[in-house]
Structure formats: structure tokens, C-alpha cells
Nanobody, 115 residues
Framework: QVQLVESGGGLVQAGGSLRLSCAAS????????MGWYRQAPGKQRELVAT???????NYADFVKGRFAISRDNAKNTLYLQMNSLKPEDTGVYYC?????????WGQGTQVTVSS
């Protein structure tokens, strides 16, 4: 069982920055892939970025060059640095982890970008 707890969301003006954190229970070294997803009101949850156990990263086109995903294995924590935020980045951001065939989700953290 893996528990994921996100933090770092909030209200920010367009052009601003936020850093999201996802603290995992236990070592994240055993997790095959970790990532961030988001869900805007009335829309489906979508992939934002992923990072594998060997630190290979993947980004959705709409965040490339603005967001950076990273992991600190010593702290069992996943991060998402978000820069140049836009109003369309508003939504609930969820931390995700995959371990073998199992998928785990955090409870989400709200990000609101005002214009």
C-alpha cells in the first residue's frame, strides 16, 4: 500500500510560480513511475508529467518549457515546479504512483491561476 499526500497548491496570478510536493509513505525507489495529473472543472483528468525510477521524464505538450517534475528519493517526495502559470492551468492536481500493476492516487491539491 502506498499513501500519497500532495501539498503546495494555492492561488497565484498569471505568470507566477508554484511548487507542488507529493510525500509518499515508504521508499519511492520501488515505484516504477510517478507523475502529476490535473483535472479542471467539467473536464477529464489529464496527464501533466511523469518520471520513472531512473528519472526519465515525460511532459504534456501544454506544459513543456514551463513545468519541471523531479523526485527526491532520500525524502520520498515528488515535486512539480510550475512556472509561467496561465489561467488554463487551474485545476486540482493529483499525484500518481504506479507499483507493479497497482495504481495509487493522492487526494489532490487545488491550483488556481487568476488573470
Amino acid at each position: 500500500q502506498v499513501q500519497l499526500v500532495e501539498s503546495g497548491g494555492g492561488l497565484v496570478q498569471a505568470g507566477g510560480s508554484l511548487r507542488l510536493s507529493c510525500a509518499a509513505s515508504g521508499s519511492i525507489l520501488r515505484l516504477n513511475v510517478m507523475g502529476w495529473y490535473r483535472q479542471a472543472p467539467g473536464k477529464q483528468r489529464e496527464l501533466v508529467a511523469t518520471i520513472t525510477s531512473d528519472s526519465s521524464t515525460n511532459y504534456a505538450d501544454f506544459v513543456k518549457g514551463r513545468f519541471a517534475i523531479s523526485r527526491d528519493n532520500a525524502k520520498n517526495t515528488l515535486y512539480l515546479q510550475m512556472n509561467s502559470l496561465k489561467p488554463e492551468d487551474t485545476g486540482v492536481y493529483y499525484c500518481h504512483a504506479k507499483y507493479s500493476i497497482l495504481n495509487y492516487w493522492g487526494q489532490g491539491t487545488q491550483v488556481t491561476v487568476s488573470s
